[in-house]
C-alpha cells in the first residue's frame, strides 16, 4: 500500500532563517505531487505541483521554492523565512489526472517568529 | 477559473442529528468534486468523490454527497452524526484541462458536535 511522510511534523523558526520540508511517498511510481498550504482558518493554498523529477510548477509567487530531486521525493524551501510564511505545510500526491484522488501527508506546523 | 464556495464557516449539530454541508462550485464544465474531512492537525482523507454517472454518490463513514448541475452545488450529507465527525470538511473541484490533478479548494467547513 502507498504511504505518505512529511517532516517533521512541527518547526519553529525565526524571520529570516533557511527553510527545508521534506515529503516522500512509498509504494507507487511517478506521482503527482503537490505542496500546499493552509493558514489558520483558511481552506488550502495550492502552492507548487510536479508531474516528474525536476518538473515543478508554480502556482502563486512567493518567498518558496520547491524541488523534486528524486521520483517520490518533494522539499519545499526557502533561503530567508518571513512572518507570513507561518502555516500549515500539506504534501499529497496522486496518480495523475483530474479524476484522480489525492492522498494527504500528515502536514508540517512552521511556527516563524 | 474554477472556484468552490462553501458558504458555512461553521455547523453546529447535536449528536444524532441529520447533517447537510453546502458547496457550490464555478467551472465551465462538467466538473469533478470531491469533499474531503480533515481532524485536528491532520491531512486530509477522500470521503467521496463525482465525476460521471449517479448524481448521488455514496462516500465512506455513512456520507453521501449530490450532484445538482441546476444550481452548481454539492452538498454533502450524513443522516445521523457521530461525535466522532467534528472535523473540518473541504469541497473540492478538479481542473481537467491538464493531467496535473490540480484541484481548488473551498475554505473548509468547521463541524461542531454537540452530546
Known amino acids: 500500500s502507498q504511504t505518505i511522510h512529511q517532516w517533521p511534523a512541527t518547526l519553529v523558526q525565526p524571520v529570516g532563517s533557511p527553510l527545508s520540508l521534506e515529503c516522500t511517498v512509498e509504494?507507487?511510481?511517478?506521482?503527482?505531487l503537490y505542496w500546499y498550504r493552509q493558514a489558520a482558518g483558511r481552506g488550502l493554498q495550492l502552492l507548487f505541483y510536479s508531474v516528474g523529477i525536476g518538473q515543478i510548477s508554480s502556482e502563486v509567487p512567493q518567498n518558496l521554492s520547491a524541488s523534486r530531486p528524486q521520483d517520490r521525493q518533494f522539499i519545499l524551501s526557502s533561503k530567508k523565512l518571513l512572518l507570513s510564511d507561518s502555516g500549515f505545510y500539506l504534501c499529497?500526491?496522486?496518480?495523475?489526472?483530474?479524476?484522480?484522488?489525492?492522498?494527504f501527508g500528515p502536514g508540517t506546523r512552521l511556527l516563524v517568529l | 477559473a474554477q472556484s468552490v464556495t462553501q458558504p458555512d464557516i461553521h455547523i453546529t449539530v447535536s449528536e444524532g442529528a441529520s447533517l447537510e454541508l453546502r458547496c457550490n462550485y464555478s467551472y465551465g464544465a462538467t466538473p469533478y468534486l470531491f469533499w474531503y474531512v480533515q481532524s485536528p492537525g491532520q491531512g486530509l482523507q477522500l470521503l467521496l468523490k463525482?465525476?460521471?454517472?449517479?448524481?448521488l454518490v455514496q462516500g465512506i463513514k455513512g456520507f453521501e454527497a449530490e450532484f445538482k448541475r441546476s444550481q452548481s452545488s454539492f452538498n454533502l450529507r450524513k443522516p445521523s452524526v457521530h461525535w466522532s465527525d467534528a472535523a473540518e470538511y473541504f469541497c473540492a473541484v478538479a481542473d481537467y484541462n491538464t493531467n496535473a490533478g490540480k484541484s481548488t479548494f473551498g475554505d473548509g467547513t468547521t463541524l461542531t458536535v454537540k452530546p
Open positions: 509504494g507507487t511510481s511517478n506521482p503527482n
Open positions: 463525482y465525476f460521471s454517472g449517479d448524481t
Open positions: 499529497a500526491w496522486s496518480v495523475g489526472g483530474a479524476s484522480e484522488t489525492q492522498y
